[in-house]
């Protein structure tokens, strides 16, 4: 059985992940949809990651610790299926269910028709890897405290001062600061 990071590097019909395949390498995520610890990934499809108002995918990549806290939100550490769901629901005789994701905070599940995590329809449920489930969403989640406008902001700029040898003994003998 394939894993999560398989998944969303080669699936392509009806629904591929390649945009989101290439955010979660980008922040370094990519090894916990490697790993075999079990999680449960609430996946954004291309179609709906390109649809987005205001922000694009180089907008995203700006903030990489923004993003990398916007991914985690959909991701939740341990493997949940759609029965596991229906099960808690019908437990708790409600039609909504709260999943801690990694970031800390909670996700809010209706389990009405059509289902529906964090506001986004879900379209599809129990894609099986070998480290956990997939839901395919019909757009992305946000976390309470993000916003999509703060990744339109200005990005950290790193800037580094290149040096021949002899300049770069020059400056290292007059010290930091000079």
């Given at each position: 059985m394939e894993r999560i990071i398989d998944i969303l590097e080669e699936r392509s019909y009806p629904y591929t992940f390649h945009d989101l395949d290439a955010l979660v390498r980008a922040v370094g995520l990519e090894y916990l949809l490697q790993e075999d610890t079990q999680i449960t990934l609430f996946a954004p499809h291309d179609q709906a990651l390109n649809e987005l108002k205001d922000v694009n995918e180089f907008d995203l990549l700006k903030h990489l610790s923004k993003l990398k806290y916007l991914l985690?939100?959909?991701i939740v550490p341990e493997r949940i299926s759609l029965a596991d769901l229906r099960r808690e629901a019908e437990q708790s005789h409600s039609t909504t269910i709260q999943l801690q994701t990694r970031t800390g905070r909670l996700l809010t599940i209706d389990m009405r028709n059509p289902m529906r995590v964090?506001?986004?329809?879900?379209?599809?449920?129990?894609?099986?890897?070998s480290n956990g489930i997939i839901y395919t969403l019909d757009g992305l989640l946000m976390p309470p405290d993000l916003d999509l406008k703060e990744f339109l902001q200005p990005g950290v700029e790193h800037y580094a001062t290149?040096?021949?040898p002899d300049e770069l003994?020059?400056?290292e003998a007059q010290g930091p600061g000079a």
């Open positions: 985690d939100y959909h964090g506001g986004v329809p879900v379209l599809e449920a129990d894609l099986f890897a290149i040096y021949n003994m020059r400056h």
